[in-house]
């Protein structure tokens, strides 16, 4: 489905420089002040379009207690004694006791450090802090606080996620709407990426469709022998090693055969994923086979992740224990599932779509660079 978008006074009035082009360092390299006046154009073009919209920017921490849980992504920790805090005596709250004993619900907390209501609670208040893989628990924590709209601009951590368009650290544009819905959520994306892209229209498309479109499949339908057979065409021991977990073979034929046809001259929006997939979204009302999330696609590339959110706590408690169980499966840690974010939803989130964004990716297709390096200032490479 297309979507157009009316002339935008937020949309840039230059031309980026090509990936590759020669500024006074010399041969091969990429005129390195050009880039950060575009990042700096960028920036202040996302702040505009929020700013004009009534969003308020919040700044949420790097640093917390605890992290959202997922399956996939690897948060890094840091010891309360690193930053000069106290210790507990308790490390039940670190995750560091036996994964085989924290598959429970009840709070593990010691008294003293269970979160107060709306997710605060007093120092010293933990052996160990996580640079935040995204700034979602600390933004919802601040709704449920009261807030308005939100949206921050800050630098998010993933471990171990380096190459041609991952950095450990890298920067995420996150916002929440009050009262906003998947329509409303999509709508916002959609013309926030028209106008970052210079395009008069953006797309979308449900991942039902997309698959149909380029595979001629149904994921939700289609039999896993199917999927397998598909993904032993892409890799044999890949499709062995995944055996018949349909996400992770979906997964596998989204990237590499999906995503590539998706947003080739247009940005496109990704929507009603399957429910198992459906990470904080809540279920779609008319087929709980699927979930209120969708992604943006712009040149076959990944740029945003969005949901009409979940609100029930005790689902994401849920989801976290499956998240968990997941993460044991691949010999990776897991997490205690009660977090300050769980606290907060139960003092009440409101009704709210929350949108996560790829700012150096944005960066990376408006300028035409082939490599998140030549778009972050000072990588990890030689940060």
């Not at 990429?30 to 700096?40: C, E, I, P, S, T």
């Not at 210079?198 to 991942?207: L, V």
């Not at 939700?220 to 062995?240: F, H, K, N, T, Y």
Request: glycine share 6%; net charge negative; charged share 25%.
């Amino acid at each position: 489905m297309k979507n157009s978008v009316s002339n935008d006074p937020l949309r840039p009035q230059t031309d980026p420089p090509a990936s590759g082009s020669k500024g006074n360092s010399g041969e091969g390299f990429v005129d390195f002040v050009a880039q950060l006046g575009f990042r700096d154009r960028l920036l202040r073009l996302l702040r505009s379009y929020f700013h004009t919209r009534g969003f308020l920017e919040v700044q949420p921490p790097c640093l917390s207690r605890d992290c959202v849980i997922d399956a996939y992504l690897d948060p890094i920790a840091v010891s309360a004694s690193e930053l000069g805090l106290p210790e507990l005596a308790d490390h039940e709250d670190d995750g560091q006791r036996d994964p085989e004993n924290s598959r429970h619900t009840s709070d593990p907390t010691a008294a003293e450090d269970r979160p107060h209501p709306s997710g605060t609670s007093p120092a010293p208040s933990s052996s160990r802090y996580f640079l935040q893989t995204s700034a979602e628990s600390a933004m919802k924590r601040l709704l449920a606080r009261g807030a308005p709209s939100i949206f921050s601009i800050s630098p998010v951590f993933r471990r171990g996620e380096s190459g041609k368009r991952h950095n450990v650290e890298f920067t995420m544009l996150e916002w929440y709407e009050v009262d906003g819905d998947a329509e409303s959520a999509i709508t916002l994306l959609g013309d926030l990426a028209a106008s970052v892209f210079e395009t008069d229209s953006y797309e979308t498309i449900s991942y039902q469709d997309a698959f149909a479109d380029v595979l001629g499949l149904d994921p939700i339908e289609s039999p896993v022998r199917e999927l397998m057979r598909l993904v032993s065409g892409i890799d044999a021991s890949l499709a062995i090693s995944i055996g018949e977990d349909r996400d992770s073979l979906l997964d596998v034929l989204l990237s590499h055969y999906v995503e590539t046809q998706l947003g080739r001259s247009t940005p496109t929006i990704l929507t009603r994923y399957p429910i198992t997939q459906a990470a904080l979204a809540r279920p779609c009302e008319d087929d709980e086979r699927f979930a209120h999330r969708f992604e943006l696609f712009y040149h076959g590339v990944e740029l945003a992740n969005g949901y009409d959110e979940l609100r029930d706590w005790r689902e994401l408690v849920r989801r976290y224990e499956q998240n968990n169980e997941i993460r044991r499966r691949r010999g990776d840690r897991p997490y205690p599932v009660e977090t300050t974010l769980v606290a907060a939803m139960r003092d009440g989130l409101p009704r709210c779509s929350g949108v996560a964004v790829g700012v150096d990716r944005l960066l990376m297709l408006q300028t035409g660079a082939k490599s998140i390096d030549d778009v972050i200032p000072l990588p990890i490479t030689i940060a």
